[in-house]
């Protein structure tokens, strides 16, 4: 049962334009959430967190939105650039679950120029 | 080296081979895991490791096996696998094992079992 859904495999967005991504989740124990990026042949690597104390939370391009009612959460990139261009996962987790995060399938984002 | 390695990068065996996959940390973390990645699904947990101690087993078949003989180290011993256990294979490593901590991770086995 996938608790993490991002129901975009992929997004196209211009450089310089805002990307949107976004993720559902059906677990309310969720209370921590995070965004990994993955470009290929390479690990994913962490971009930004959320506690579901907060409701957003912003580091240089890139803003997290939080929902809690809607159990939704979004990710912001402002202005996307070239080299925005990987596949985002998005993670969820009850904050003490031994490391355990649940992973979104990922949505590839293409920017052109 | 830095960050997290992993070796080797690319693995062919049949179903009757026994192989490792070895994953290194260099951060100093107290925590490690293994993560698989089949073709456009999620990532998937399999263990925990914590202080060289597992503290999760995620439903795993036996036929795989991990191994963490120090903090900085981990394997995964592969025997009699399935043509269904091709995939990515992916060793993270974070401060502790709390979910608080980002996890860092390595760039990935790709395992393809014929």
């Known amino acids: 049962d996938q608790q993490v859904k991002q129901n975009s495999p992929s997004l196209s967005v211009q450089e310089g334009r805002i990307s949107i991504l976004n993720c559902d989740y059906t677990n309310s124990m969720f209370d921590y959430f995070l965004w990994y990026k993955k470009y290929p042949a390479e690990g994913p690597t962490f971009l930004i967190s959320i506690s579901s104390i907060k409701d957003k939370n912003e580091d240089g391009r890139f803003t997290v939105f939080l929902n809690k009612s809607a159990k939704h959460l979004s990710l912001h990139i402002v202005p996307s650039q070239p080299g925005d261009s990987a596949v985002y996962f998005c993670?969820?987790?009850?904050?003490?679950?031994?490391?355990?995060?649940?992973f979104g399938a990922g949505t590839q984002v293409v920017v052109t120029p | 080296e830095t960050g997290v390695t992993q070796t080797p990068r690319h693995l062919v065996m049949g179903m009757t081979n026994k192989k490792s996959l070895k994953c290194e940390q260099h951060l100093g973390h107290n925590a490690m895991y293994w993560y698989k990645q089949s073709a456009k699904k999620p990532l998937e947990l399999m263990f925990v490791?914590?202080?060289?101690?597992?503290?999760e087993n995620n439903s795993v078949p036996s036929r795989f096996s991990p191994e963490c003989p120090n903090s900085s180290h981990l394997f995964l011993h592969l025997h009699t696998l399935q043509p269904e256990d091709s995939a990515l294979y992916l060793c993270?490593?974070?401060?502790?094992?709390?979910?608080?901590?980002?996890?860092?991770f390595g760039p990935g086995t790709r395992l393809t079992v014929l």
């Open positions: 993270a490593s974070s401060q502790d094992r709390t979910a608080y901590n980002e996890q860092f």
């Open positions: 490791y914590s202080l060289e101690e597992r503290v």
């Open positions: 993670a969820a987790s009850v904050g003490d679950s031994w490391g355990k995060l649940q």
